[in-house]
């Protein structure tokens, strides 16, 4: 059911209750796009949130996934990816295809309808989230390979690993080449066609997480306390930054600058292009979204903190009133939030 409520979107059955009031966002200048009440059950919640392209992903610790249209909060489509307890991984989009993990079964789901096209189970372990291009998919397994298969066939093309036979940790991929990385803390660059090495570059400790790429440059944080930006062609070291603690997650690149999680400490910001210090927030779980200069983090009580990068000093800080969950959103200035309960909201600052 959908309801409009003075150009305001509330999707099913009306929202009884908000998850941020009308007040409190008009107060802060934040406009609220619309809320949609997950319909999940007592002793379910909310287990993560993820923007692909026009859709916001919800999903609940029962495996049921709610497709959203990210604008208007339309329900695209709802159903139950697997049975309760079964482990589902990152959910991706290429092209007109979703694609994720569930439990040692790389499925592709329609995004239109919800429903599984194909299916295909490895002989081996998976270990990171699954890279592809126009040809090929890239597989991390527990082998200590990156097995490289024909996307139309899943026909093995090759397979490569480190030289130093290390476990590998995580992969990304384009046309042009495949990039991964090992627990002893290389980071290889192969062609896309087959295994030979372009570039490797060296770290002191192993990389966190996987690995984020922008434009030319890539960027990843290890387990040595540092941010790297290295040159995606050559391997180069553009800069480092160290934190002042080792590493558990991703960095998030933005439009001029890169936020870090930094584990006991917050979410740090330093210059894209020069690595140097912009502004640290103390709780900061991670970013929203951008918009202009300003930059818009969640703390972990539930706070919404408003960062500006152009003067490196906070502008302003909103209390949502409890622990939320969040879907980074590099696309646009929306910010997407939920409690445990499965509301979410889309709110959207005026300028």
Known sequence: MVVLCGGLCVVAGGAEQWLVS?????????????????????NEKLDRLVT???RLYALSSRNFLASLNR???AVQFSTFLAS????????????????????????????????????????????SPVARNRSNLYIAGADRRVHALRANDRVQVFEAAAENGSAIT???ADDNSVV???????????????????????????????LVTDGQSLFLASKDTNIYRINAASGDLLWKYQTEAIL????????????????????????????????????????????GDKAYVL?????????????????????????????????????????????????????
């Open 22 to 42: 009308r007040q409190l966002a008009e107060k802060n200048r934040l406009k609220i796009l619309w809320q949609y009440n997950l319909p999940i059950k007592n």
């Open 52 to 54: 692909l392209g026009d």
């Open 71 to 73: 604008d208007t909060g």
């Open 84 to 127: 309760s307890g079964i482990p589902i991984g990152e959910i991706q989009l290429y092209g007109d295809q979703l694609t994720c993990i569930i439990g040692n079964e790389l499925v592709q789901i329609n995004p239109e309808f919800g429903t599984k096209q194909s299916g295909y189970r490895f002989g081996y372990e998976m270990v």
């Open 170 to 172: 995580a992969v990304i």
């Open 180 to 210: 991964f990385a090992t627990v002893d803390a290389n980071v290889v660059c192969i062609t896309a066609a087959g295994p030979r090495k372009l570039w490797q570059f060296n770290a002191a400790a192993p990389i966190a997480a996987g």
């Open 248 to 291: 558990e997650e991703s960095p998030q690149a933005g439009k001029t600058a890169v936020y870090q999680h930094i584990p006991n400490t917050g979410l740090t910001a330093v210059d894209k292009e020069t690595g140097k210090f912009l502004w640290q927030v103390k709780g900061g779980l991670g970013l929203l979204a951008e918009s």
């Open 299 to 351: 703390t972990g009580t539930g706070v919404l903190v408003v960062m500006d990068n152009n003067k490196a000093k906070q502008v302003t800080t909103v209390d949502f009133g409890g622990t939320l969950k969040y879907a980074a959103n590099p696309a646009d200035s929306k910010l997407y939030i939920a409690d445990q309960s499965g509301r979410l909201a889309c709110l959207q600052p005026i300028d």
